[in-house]
Nanobody, 124 residues
Framework: QVQLVESGGGLVQAGGSLRLSCAAS????????MNWFRQAPGKEREFVAA????????IYADSVKGRFTISRDNAKNTVYLQMNSLKPEDTAVYYC?????????????????WGKGTLITVSS
């Protein structure tokens, strides 16, 4: 069982920045494709970004492309999400998630582990 713990959420003004972190409790961290999803009030959970095992290939939702950056530090078992130019519509609970397979496509299919989430509120 892998535990994922997100941190870094909070309240920020529109146009501001935040960095989320997700620490994984596994020695096999580098074998997982790491993802960020988000869920806004009253909406379904949606894909945000993903990063492959070690070569660092990344994919992003169109809504965050150019503003968010996903990265990972396999030595620290941690994945990050740098969020810049935040908008009120980015307000959501952000979840870290791990899966084994890299397809290069955004998908919730195959997610094995989820974090409990961290709330981001962007004020206008």
């Amino acid at each position: 069982q892998v535990q994922l713990v997100e941190s870094g959420g909070g309240l920020v003004q529109a146009g501001g920045s935040l960095r989320l972190s997700c620490a994984a409790s596994t020695r096999s961290f580098s074998s997982y494709v790491m993802n960020w999803f988000r869920q806004a009030p009253g909406k379904e959970r949606e894909f945000v970004a993903a990063i492959s095992w070690t070569r660092g290939s990344t994919i992003y939702a169109d809504s965050v492309k150019g503003r968010f950056t996903i990265s990972r530090d396999n030595a620290k078992n941690t994945v990050y999400l740098q969020m810049n130019s935040l908008k009120p519509e980015d307000t959501a609970v952000y979840y870290c998630a791990a899966k084994s397979d890299w397809t290069g496509e955004p998908s919730i299919v195959g997610i094995k582990y989820w974090g409990k989430g961290t709330l981001i509120t962007v004020s206008s």
